[in-house]
């Protein structure tokens, strides 16, 4: 005689992120299981409190920065009634901050972690862009973001150069139009000629440390100012793309200095001077790669030890760019997500063997 099958009812599950790819992702991930179906969907706080009252799901998988309310606050809600139930408090063994160099070194900070070390150590690679106008098009806003790195002056991998990489970028025109010189007609005028120009940027590897702290409303506050020495090798390396260009064939060199003219010879570089960078009419002066904040170390004198685990508090550890001890030189992200791993497999293999 057949044998009736009996099934238990699948969990029910529902997944709330503001990403739609992310949705998509955690949905196929669960419908690996069979035990697990995905009963609903939604991109905010406000309408998976909504969708929570209507489909009792029996769990909730939420993301905690959301536009309109976030996982924190909808998690306080009764999906029935909507009003809040109490405290949410976390209990966790162990708790991997990984919230960006500023995001990271300024929640240790608000966490009011004692010692200099937090938020200290701060490192960039500070950037400026060079752009060149050519006879040809170039049409620089197609294809790859970067395509050619000069390692000629890089102090990486073996290069005894100054320490700085130049770094061809794409023409898209806000980022253009954002690190041009000059104002009004002038720059309206430069900016007319955008399938004409190329770009290209000093990617520094500072000397320069500097701090992050948190201002009286909590938010990271960042003081960093360039050492002298920095500023000279912005101003050789800002010459070397202005001469790079000119030897491709640019019919002008616009360097980065508001007010300043073309570079159309190696005469007008001249007359650009020897530096150093003057920082107040550079057109724009930025960093994308940040460090440090939270630098691991063998000294007492680091945030965290060479595991990423902040001294002096059990269960805490930093696996991002704020724990790197210092700048790369190069482009960070292979090196952040390399470090992360490490970081990660160290803590996991000392919990579980
Ligand atoms: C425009 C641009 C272009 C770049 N191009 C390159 C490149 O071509 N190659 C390269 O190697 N690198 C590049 N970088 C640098 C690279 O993206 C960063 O170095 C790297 O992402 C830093 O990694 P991270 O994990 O330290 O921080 P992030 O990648 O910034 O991650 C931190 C995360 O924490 C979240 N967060 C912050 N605060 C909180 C909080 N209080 N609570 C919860 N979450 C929080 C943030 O939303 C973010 O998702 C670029 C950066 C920019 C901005």
Known sequence: MPTKRHTLPKITVLVVDDHAVVRQGLKMLIHSDPNLRVTGEAEDGLAAVQLAGKLHPDVVVM?????????????????????????????????????????????????????????????????????????????????PTMAYAVTEFADVNGRTGPGFMIENTAVHPIATASALPGFGAEHAARMGRLPHLARALVVLRDRTRGRVDVDATGRPAVSYELVPEDLQRLHDGMIAIARAYLAAGAREVWLPRNGAPPVRSEQDLRAAGAGPLEPGRTSLLYAVHLFGGASMGGGAASACDEAGRVRGVRGLAVADAASLPSNTGVNPQITIIANALRIAEGLASERHG
């Open 63 to 143: 993301d905690v920065a959301m536009p309109r309310m976030n996982g924190v606050e909808a998690t306080r809600l009764d999906p029935v009634s909507r009003a809040p139930v109490g405290r949410l408090r976390v209990d966790a063994p162990l708790v991997v901050v990984a919230a960006g160099v500023l995001g990271s070194a300024g929640l240790l900070r608000r966490s009011g972690l004692p010692g200099d070390a937090i938020g200290g150590g701060l490192q960039l690679h500070t950037s400026l862009h060079v752009t060149a106008l050519f006879d040809e098009p170039v049409h620089g806003y197609y294809g």
